[in-house]
């Protein structure tokens, strides 16, 4: 039976003995009765028929004839304790996940189930004996895996209160050790007689992976399971139990670990159902120049809501590290984005001299460079941490330093701008760059709304209005001349008939 450790080790059993193998063989040897050398526990026709071991390292072992005795894991003695059931009963013992012990009888056809009083028939079984050696064995470790990813560690703790008398201390047994860094530190206090000595325990992942020769295989290789044990130095059957603490730290990608775009709370946005790219604004897959523009249909169940952009402001996306729906902590470190659709409405506001790099940095141009076209490579995989190269480590190698600087920090100078002249939706594919971060491939998607464009004048409808106002104006002026050219007539017509009037009366007169 393989028992949970910090170091390897295994209880196993005959018919009569039961055998201990602990701290990778080191320790090792049969099991035998408290206060003698004896190490059969049954003889004759009586043999062992079962051994259970409990989450705190309580062992109990039971005969043929429901003989009873206790141990405890790393200790190499048991003390026998009574059943309190006949030889001929059809017994079984279990503990529960509480490390409660139960007797289960088959009796009449029915399932019997009985509580253990495992604490009052040890302390009953060796009552003449001396007490543990330590009054409390206390610690901070609350659960029994933890998940570490690069970069990251945790830290625990362990206390000891015990006679000033005493020389115990508390013991630490890591497996797999070579996994993470380790350090230890011991604070011993002493009061009226009592002494309490306080172990705090480290672990800290902390490895290069930049200059690695492949970097999956490297990650693969440092990924896995290690074990610490923290215990009391001696122990006894009467110490209570827990008398020791176990727990396992998983190196490697934690679950459901992934980054999530910070966002603003009081984020709102209008539903679309799609937005078109016009053909000058981006570039097919192939890098050819298209002839037509594209339509887009949007995913709301992906990308949720835009993120709005003024188009005057430079704009830094921020992320976030989650394990679920659970916060983790900022994220501060190298991404790159790639436009889902070939976009190129969009620039970086510094150049690789501007940043300070010492050679020229990697761009998408360049990694698609070294693609080899024929392949199809995932644009994904194309540039990320298996292969990213920092323009800062290596000393001047020349280059074309002017320009644009790709790469993305949450602390950087570097941004991202949008020309004025046009509105944009822009879906954008983050990858972490940066092979020290973790193990986990963290990547994900978002949109931005840029607006703020100035909408072109359209002089159509104020020229049909200006020139349907003076066509009016001109209809009025001509229609008001004739009306007016018309009462003129008439009224000269009107009087150069009284003006003949008048002068054939004159005729008349002159003739008289």
Not at 156 to 173: D, N, Y
Not at 192 to 213: L, W
Not at 424 to 449: A, E, G, R
Not at 456 to 475: C, H, R, W
Request: hydrophobic fraction near 35%; charge should be negative.
């Amino acid at each position: 039976m393989f028992q949970r450790a910090g170091r390897t080790s295994f209880l196993f059993w005959n018919q009569y003995t039961v055998y201990y193998s602990y701290n990778d063989g080191q320790v090792n040897g049969p099991m035998t009765l408290y206060g003698s050398n004896n190490s059969d526990l049954a003889s004759g026709q009586d043999y062992i028929q079962q051994l259970v071991v409990s989450e705190y390292g309580d062992i109990v072992i039971l005969t043929s004839t429901n003989d009873m005795f206790y141990g405890k894991v790393k200790l190499s003695t048991t003390v026998q304790i009574d059943s309190g059931e006949l030889p001929s009963a059809d017994l079984a013992v279990r503990f529960d996940a509480l490390s409660r012990l139960y007797l289960l009888k088959l009796e009449g056809g029915a399932l019997m189930r009985r509580l253990y009083p495992l604490k009052n028939e040890i302390s009953s079984a060796m009552h003449l004996e001396k007490l543990c050696p330590y009054y409390h064995f206390v610690h901070n470790v609350d659960r029994d895996l933890y998940e570490v990813d690069m970069g990251e560690g945790i830290s625990v703790w362990a206390e000891l209160i015990q006679p000033g008398t005493e020389t115990g201390w508390i013991e630490v047994q890591i497996h797999g050790s070579d996994l993470l860094m380790y350090n230890e530190s011991t604070d011993i206090h002493y009061y009226h007689g009592t002494m309490a000595q306080n172990k705090t325990v480290s672990f800290k992942h902390n490895r290069d992976y930049s200059s690695v020769p492949d970097y999956e295989i490297a990650k693969s290789d440092s990924c896995g399971i290690s074990c610490f044990e923290l215990k009391p130095s001696k122990g006894h059957l009467l110490c209570p139990s827990p008398s020791q603490i176990i727990s396992c730290i998983s190196v490697g990608c934690p679950r459901a670990r992934h980054i999530k775009l910070r966002r603003s709370v009081t984020e709102e946005c209008d539903h679309f159902d799609n937005y078109t790219i016009s053909r000058d604004w981006y570039v097919n897959a192939d890098g050819t120049t298209p002839t037509v523009d594209k339509v887009i249909l949007y995913n709301w169940t992906l990308l949720d809501c835009p993120v709005k952009v003024k188009n005057t402001e430079n704009y830094l996306p921020q992320f976030d590290l989650y394990d679920g729906e659970d916060f983790v902590r900022p994220m501060t470190t190298n991404f790159i984005l790639r436009e889902e659709y070939g976009r190129t409405d969009y620039a970086y506001n510094s150049t690789m001299a501007q940043v300070g790099c010492n050679c020229e940095a990697q761009s998408w141009d360049k990694m698609r460079q070294l693609v080899d076209s024929s392949t199809g490579a995932n644009p994904d995989t194309i540039w990320g941490p298996q292969n990213y190269r920092s323009c800062f480590l290596d000393s001047y190698q020349g280059g074309d330093l002017t320009q644009p600087y790709e790469i993305l920090n949450s602390s950087g100078v570097v941004s991202l701008t949008f020309p004025a002249d046009h509105d944009s939706i822009h879906i954008f594919h983050v990858t972490v760059v940066d092979p020290n971060y973790s193990y986990c491939n963290l990547q994900t998607s978002f949109s931005v709304h840029v607006y703020g464009a100035l909408s072109t004048p359209n002089f159509m409808p104020l020229g049909i209005s200006v020139g349907t106002f003076v066509f009016a104006i001109l209809i009025a002026l001509v229609a008001s001349y004739f009306m007016f050219r018309k009462a003129s007539m008439e009224e000269f017509k009107d009087r150069m008939e009284l003006l003949n009037m008048i002068l054939q009366k004159e005729g008349q007169t002159t003739h008289a």
